[in-house]
Protein backbone atom coordinates (compact mmCIF):
# COMPACT_ATOMS: atom_id res chain seq x y z
CA UNK A 1 0.00 0.00 0.00
CA UNK A 2 1.02 3.49 -0.97
CA UNK A 3 1.68 5.40 2.26
CA UNK A 4 1.87 9.63 2.30
CA UNK A 5 2.80 10.64 5.55
CA UNK A 6 3.02 14.55 6.74
CA UNK A 7 5.24 15.88 9.15
CA UNK A 8 2.30 17.26 11.82
CA UNK A 9 -1.37 16.64 12.03
CA UNK A 10 -2.21 20.17 13.59
CA UNK A 11 0.23 23.34 13.74
CA UNK A 12 -0.25 26.75 15.34
CA UNK A 13 2.59 28.96 14.29
CA UNK A 14 2.37 33.00 14.70
CA UNK A 15 2.29 35.76 11.60
CA UNK A 16 5.49 36.19 10.19
CA UNK A 17 7.20 32.96 11.39
CA UNK A 18 8.64 30.98 8.69
CA UNK A 19 6.81 27.55 8.44
CA UNK A 20 7.99 23.77 7.04
CA UNK A 21 5.43 21.23 6.14
CA UNK A 22 7.27 18.09 5.40
CA UNK A 23 5.71 15.53 3.36
CA UNK A 24 7.09 11.90 2.40
CA UNK A 25 5.98 8.93 0.26
CA UNK A 26 7.28 5.30 0.30
CA UNK A 27 6.16 4.61 -3.55
CA UNK A 28 8.50 5.79 -5.64
CA UNK A 29 6.21 8.33 -7.49
CA UNK A 30 7.87 10.69 -9.10
CA UNK A 31 5.25 13.18 -9.00
CA UNK A 32 4.61 15.01 -5.60
CA UNK A 33 1.76 17.78 -4.99
CA UNK A 34 0.92 20.48 -2.45
CA UNK A 35 -2.59 21.63 -2.03
CA UNK A 36 -5.13 23.78 0.26
CA UNK A 37 -8.29 22.91 1.16
CA UNK A 38 -11.03 25.84 2.36
CA UNK A 39 -14.56 25.84 2.65
CA UNK A 40 -16.12 26.89 -0.32
CA UNK A 41 -12.90 27.11 -2.27
CA UNK A 42 -12.68 23.20 -2.19
CA UNK A 43 -8.85 21.89 -3.29
CA UNK A 44 -6.42 24.35 -4.97
CA UNK A 45 -2.83 23.00 -6.24
CA UNK A 46 0.29 25.27 -4.41
CA UNK A 47 3.02 23.35 -6.35
CA UNK A 48 4.00 20.02 -7.95
CA UNK A 49 6.62 18.27 -8.38
CA UNK A 50 7.70 15.99 -11.31
CA UNK A 51 11.00 15.26 -10.14
CA UNK A 52 14.22 16.00 -7.31
CA UNK A 53 14.69 19.85 -7.43
CA UNK A 54 12.37 20.66 -10.28
CA UNK A 55 9.31 22.20 -9.11
CA UNK A 56 6.28 23.82 -11.29
CA UNK A 57 3.57 26.47 -9.51
CA UNK A 58 -0.03 25.39 -9.43
CA UNK A 59 -2.83 27.88 -8.81
CA UNK A 60 -2.19 29.98 -5.79
CA UNK A 61 1.98 29.86 -5.84
CA UNK A 62 2.18 33.50 -3.85
CA UNK A 63 3.36 33.35 -0.40
CA UNK A 64 4.64 29.76 -0.67
CA UNK A 65 7.69 28.22 -2.00
CA UNK A 66 9.20 24.04 -2.34
CA UNK A 67 12.15 22.05 -1.88
CA UNK A 68 12.51 18.60 -3.09
CA UNK A 69 16.06 17.93 -2.93
CA UNK A 70 15.15 13.85 -2.50
CA UNK A 71 12.72 11.53 -4.62
CA UNK A 72 10.70 10.82 -1.34
CA UNK A 73 10.68 14.03 0.38
CA UNK A 74 8.54 17.37 -0.64
CA UNK A 75 8.09 20.11 1.40
CA UNK A 76 5.95 23.18 1.38
CA UNK A 77 7.35 26.69 3.05
CA UNK A 78 5.68 29.78 4.22
CA UNK A 79 8.38 32.47 4.25
CA UNK A 80 6.43 34.48 6.37
CA UNK A 81 2.89 33.37 7.80
CA UNK A 82 0.26 35.40 7.79
CA UNK A 83 -3.47 34.93 8.73
CA UNK A 84 -4.77 34.06 5.33
CA UNK A 85 -2.85 30.90 5.42
CA UNK A 86 -4.90 29.18 7.79
CA UNK A 87 -5.77 26.38 6.67
CA UNK A 88 -5.59 22.31 5.66
CA UNK A 89 -2.53 21.45 3.41
CA UNK A 90 -2.76 17.94 1.99
CA UNK A 91 -0.13 16.48 0.14
CA UNK A 92 -0.28 13.96 -2.72
CA UNK A 93 1.99 11.58 -4.75
CA UNK A 94 1.68 10.24 -7.95
CA UNK A 95 2.85 7.36 -9.76
CA UNK A 96 3.08 7.90 -13.90
CA UNK A 97 2.11 4.33 -14.46
CA UNK A 98 -1.50 5.03 -13.71
CA UNK A 99 -1.17 8.59 -12.74
CA UNK A 100 -3.38 7.73 -9.55
CA UNK A 101 -3.21 10.17 -6.48
CA UNK A 102 -2.65 9.29 -2.87
CA UNK A 103 -2.72 12.16 -0.45
CA UNK A 104 -1.27 12.35 3.17
CA UNK A 105 -3.31 12.67 6.42
CA UNK A 106 -3.42 16.50 6.15
CA UNK A 107 -1.87 19.59 8.23
CA UNK A 108 -4.76 21.54 9.76
CA UNK A 109 -2.31 25.17 10.26
CA UNK A 110 -3.60 27.79 12.04
CA UNK A 111 -1.44 31.18 11.62
CA UNK A 112 -2.57 33.78 14.37
CA UNK B 1 -9.53 25.53 -18.46
CA UNK B 2 -11.10 22.34 -17.16
CA UNK B 3 -14.58 22.71 -14.28
CA UNK B 4 -15.71 19.44 -12.42
CA UNK B 5 -19.08 19.75 -10.65
CA UNK B 6 -20.84 17.82 -8.34
CA UNK B 7 -24.64 17.58 -7.82
CA UNK B 8 -26.05 17.41 -5.46
CA UNK B 9 -23.85 19.26 -2.78
CA UNK B 10 -25.22 17.27 -0.03
CA UNK B 11 -27.55 14.20 0.21
CA UNK B 12 -29.37 12.79 3.28
CA UNK B 13 -31.00 9.01 2.80
CA UNK B 14 -31.44 6.26 5.35
CA UNK B 15 -29.53 2.69 6.04
CA UNK B 16 -30.27 0.46 3.21
CA UNK B 17 -31.15 3.00 0.19
CA UNK B 18 -29.25 2.74 -2.97
CA UNK B 19 -27.82 5.75 -3.90
CA UNK B 20 -26.02 7.58 -7.16
CA UNK B 21 -23.33 10.47 -6.71
CA UNK B 22 -22.68 12.75 -9.71
CA UNK B 23 -20.17 14.24 -11.34
CA UNK B 24 -19.45 16.01 -14.66
CA UNK B 25 -16.68 17.71 -16.83
CA UNK B 26 -16.23 20.15 -19.43
CA UNK B 27 -13.25 18.42 -21.24
CA UNK B 28 -13.73 15.53 -22.03
CA UNK B 29 -9.61 14.91 -22.84
CA UNK B 30 -8.92 13.39 -19.63
CA UNK B 31 -6.24 10.80 -18.55
CA UNK B 32 -7.97 9.34 -15.97
CA UNK B 33 -11.28 9.98 -12.95
CA UNK B 34 -10.95 9.33 -9.68
CA UNK B 35 -13.06 8.95 -6.82
CA UNK B 36 -12.42 9.91 -3.46
CA UNK B 37 -13.33 9.93 0.27
CA UNK B 38 -13.04 12.40 2.84
CA UNK B 39 -13.62 11.98 6.39
CA UNK B 40 -13.99 15.60 8.37
CA UNK B 41 -10.55 16.74 9.50
CA UNK B 42 -8.60 13.97 7.19
CA UNK B 43 -7.08 13.50 3.92
CA UNK B 44 -8.19 11.98 0.73
CA UNK B 45 -8.96 8.39 0.78
CA UNK B 46 -8.57 7.05 -3.03
CA UNK B 47 -12.16 4.67 -3.57
CA UNK B 48 -11.73 3.79 -7.58
CA UNK B 49 -9.75 5.13 -10.56
CA UNK B 50 -11.39 4.63 -14.06
CA UNK B 51 -8.66 4.93 -16.59
CA UNK B 52 -10.16 7.11 -19.57
CA UNK B 53 -10.21 4.15 -21.79
CA UNK B 54 -12.68 2.16 -19.46
CA UNK B 55 -16.17 2.36 -18.86
CA UNK B 56 -16.60 1.48 -15.08
CA UNK B 57 -14.83 0.22 -11.62
CA UNK B 58 -15.86 -1.49 -8.94
CA UNK B 59 -14.97 -2.35 -5.49
CA UNK B 60 -17.27 -4.01 -3.27
CA UNK B 61 -20.50 -2.11 -2.58
CA UNK B 62 -19.12 0.64 -4.91
CA UNK B 63 -19.68 1.25 -8.56
CA UNK B 64 -18.01 4.11 -10.50
CA UNK B 65 -18.76 4.72 -14.00
CA UNK B 66 -17.83 6.96 -16.95
CA UNK B 67 -18.80 8.08 -20.17
CA UNK B 68 -16.30 10.34 -21.38
CA UNK B 69 -17.89 11.49 -24.14
CA UNK B 70 -20.64 13.65 -22.37
CA UNK B 71 -18.26 14.37 -19.49
CA UNK B 72 -19.92 12.34 -16.82
CA UNK B 73 -19.59 9.92 -13.97
CA UNK B 74 -21.39 8.32 -11.24
CA UNK B 75 -20.34 6.95 -8.15
CA UNK B 76 -23.36 3.94 -7.10
CA UNK B 77 -23.26 3.06 -3.50
CA UNK B 78 -25.35 -0.04 -3.08
CA UNK B 79 -26.62 -0.74 0.27
CA UNK B 80 -25.83 2.40 2.41
CA UNK B 81 -24.33 2.47 5.79
CA UNK B 82 -23.90 4.94 8.40
CA UNK B 83 -20.01 4.43 8.48
CA UNK B 84 -20.30 5.63 4.02
CA UNK B 85 -21.52 9.49 5.87
CA UNK B 86 -18.56 11.30 4.62
CA UNK B 87 -17.81 13.86 1.72
CA UNK B 88 -17.30 12.18 -1.80
CA UNK B 89 -15.10 13.80 -3.99
CA UNK B 90 -14.44 13.20 -7.97
CA UNK B 91 -11.34 14.30 -9.96
CA UNK B 92 -10.08 14.38 -13.18
CA UNK B 93 -6.49 14.41 -14.53
CA UNK B 94 -4.66 15.11 -17.39
CA UNK B 95 -0.75 14.49 -17.06
CA UNK B 96 0.14 16.30 -13.90
CA UNK B 97 -3.38 18.31 -14.11
CA UNK B 98 -5.70 17.33 -11.41
CA UNK B 99 -9.03 18.94 -11.08
CA UNK B 100 -11.38 18.44 -8.13
CA UNK B 101 -15.02 18.93 -7.93
CA UNK B 102 -16.25 20.77 -4.38
CA UNK B 103 -17.88 16.93 -3.22
CA UNK B 104 -20.46 15.74 -2.12
CA UNK B 105 -21.41 15.63 1.49
CA UNK B 106 -23.16 11.97 2.49
CA UNK B 107 -24.92 11.43 5.11
CA UNK B 108 -26.66 7.84 6.65
CA UNK B 109 -29.08 7.92 8.89
CA UNK B 110 -29.48 4.40 11.19
Same mark, same amino acid.
Given at each position: ?? @??????? /?? +?? &?????? !????????????????????????????????????? @??????? /?? +?? &?????? !??????????????????????????????????????? | ??????????????????????????????????????????????????????????????????????????????????????????????????????????????
Amino acid at each position: DV @KVTQSSR /YL +VK &RTGEKV !FLECVQDMDHENMFWYRQDPGLGLRLIYFSYDVKMKE @KGDIPEG /YS +VS &REKKER !FSLILESASTNQTSMYLCASMGLLTYEQYFGPGTRLTVT | KQEVTQIPAALSVPEGENLVLNCSFTDSAIYNLQWFRQDPGKGLTSLLLIQSSQREQTSGRLNASLDKSSGRSTLYIAASQPGDSATYLCAVSRNNDMRFGAGTRLTVKP
